[in-house]
């Protein structure tokens, strides 16, 4: 029910999926009758594997969490993440309120050990691959105890997922030298160089998330959604300045039809939505984030995201590296 | 003296400078022995409009602020801002150490009536042009009055300077619903809409920035500074994944050679340090703050900049549209 365009966005991008992957059953969980419109013309095999179940309530995407939380368990949101908290689906994947889904989530499926909040992270691209990047924007205001749970949340998952023994920990700050930043980020420093275990590189600034200096970049929330939503609106801007200069003259378009194969893997690297899906570490269980503004293949991205965490079983990787560096 | 490299990028981009402007007369102030290697061979009409000034002193780039005002008025900072003070020089532009050239600014140049701090503000190119950002970095921890002098600041330099009658002015933050935020941002919003002579256009988004939304976009100094240097880490990654996709098989190869013309203005256009030289906003006097990084090429963006402010006589506008919009 969640994001700018509920069910007709969802449904759709849930039957692309099913049709993707044919091992994969969805329960779509909300108002099932707003579905019905977009299921007709569904083959048989997909038909069998999409199930949605009835949720009377859903979180508008500017209630406030501590109000989705009282309004209790008949939120799509809360219904769609009680059927991972019961074992009943092995992800929950969600466009809506991120606030709401953090609160629930936290509440239903529990922090893991040593963890006080979740936090939202995604692979951002490097010169040299890729690095990840937390919190996101589930956590606007952190103490610098919360930056060190999220250098050690990214640490242990780039450990898990990517396979790198040391990840190389950079703290996001506006200088590299000890005396720039706020007091909460000298803070946080001080403690994740304490911590000992944790590979730690010191102060990145927000050019070097992208030149790959660091395969963890920690930051506040709020600065982290700010940076990563300040890049894909570069990327858009490059995209458009790169077809306005290739349209210029009749001998540009004649160069951009030639390039046309190139210019279109580049038009890829440069659109953000196909980055869609952002995980919600920390929990004791797979929650991934969409963009509330996504369309049906943008949507069908964070689909993709909760398939391959579920066959990486992300959060046992993550749980047994956690309990073996809080030895 | 200031900047990663010192008088090896200050004094070559300053012999290119008077080059450049054949009426700029430039006092070059600091260890003029160091200057000495790089004044070879200079011509007579640039040598006539270089005055070496000599300063013992310099201000580390790791100096704490409070400390480089204390050390008093031999730094090679204090007696070019002393200049512009005493009305011997136009401008100011330095590559140095940002804090101490905001508080050593502010104590010798003094503040414009009605703004406490001064703010670092450049021009963002967007999709419809520019917009103006601020603060970038002078202030890293803002309360919700700052943000409001940020934005008449911003407002009144777009008018002064585009000639914008409303430039529609948005508060940086991680949604646009009046939930999201942090207190801070959430004050400086009711702040911002209750002073009611400012086109205030509510929260704009990180991708927003580059969208055109908002003529100025006002934020804190961390989170401002994050976010631009995000951006030329972007740019920087799509220059390099632009000349890989071009570069990839003979073919391409050939294309790129032909639309080399298109190549190198995308490229100037994504080159961020092209884009160097930000004002420090709110002082009784022209400052221009060069990247601490920058090579004599971009350091001499700076100076351009300073020169364009001089023209435009930036400071006495600004003051003038104030002073209207205190009334």
Redesign the interface.
């Known amino acids: 029910m969640g994001g700018d365009f509920g069910p007709r966005v969802t449904v759709p991008a849930t039957v692309e999926a099913l049709e993707r992957y044919p091992g994969l059953t969805i329960k779509l969980v909300g108002q099932t009758d707003t579905f019905t419109p977009y299921l007709q013309d569904i083959s048989a095999s997909v038909r069998d594997r999409l199930q949605p179940v009835q949720a009377d309530d859903l979180i508008a ?4 969490p501590s109000h989705a939380l009282r309004k209790g368990q008949n939120s799509s949101l809360s219904v769609a993440l009680q059927l991972v908290a019961d074992g009943q689906a092995n992800a929950c994947v969600s466009a809506g309120n991120t ?1 709401a889904l953090m609160v629930i989530g936290r509440h239903l499926l529990r922090m893991l050990e040593g963890i006080d909040r979740p936090a939202i992270v995604t692979a951002v ?3 040299e691959g890729h690095c990840y990047m937390l919190d996101l ?1 589930a956590n ?2 952190c103490c610098a105890e919360h930056l060190l749970q999220f250098a050690i949340m990214g640490s242990v998952m780039t450990q898990a997922v990517d396979g790198i023994t040391a990840p190389r920990v950079g703290l ?1 700050n ?1 200088g590299q ?7 909460q980020v000298k803070l946080a420093s001080a403690l994740i160089r304490a911590h000992g275990r944790l590979n730690y590189i010191g102060y990145v ?7 790959g200096k660091a395969d963890v970049v920690v ?1 506040d ?3 982290g ?14 995209a ?3 077809r306005a ?2 349209g210029r003259t009749w001998y ?1 378009r004649v ?1 951009a039809w ?2 046309r194969p ?1 210019l279109r ?2 038009g890829q ?2 659109d953000p939505s196909r980055r869609n899906g952002a995980s919600l570490l920390g929990l004791q269980g797979i929650v991934v984030k969409s963009h509330g503004g996504a369309d049906s293949a943008c949507f069908g991205f964070a689909i993709d995201e909760a398939v391959a965490e579920i066959k990486m079983d992300v959060p046992r990787r993550i749980s047994e590296q956690l309990a073996a560096s809080l030895v």
Chains 1, 2 share one sequence.
């Open positions: 995407m500017d209630e406030k606030g691209p490097t010169l924007g606007v205001d996001l506006i030298e000890a005396i720039k930043g706020n007091e600034e927000g050019d070097d998330i992208f030149a930051c929330g709020f600065v959604n700010i940076a990563l939503k300040s890049s894909e609106g570069v990327s858009r801007l490059v458009s300045r790169l200069a290739f540009r160069l030639l390039a190139v893997e580049l690297q440069l």
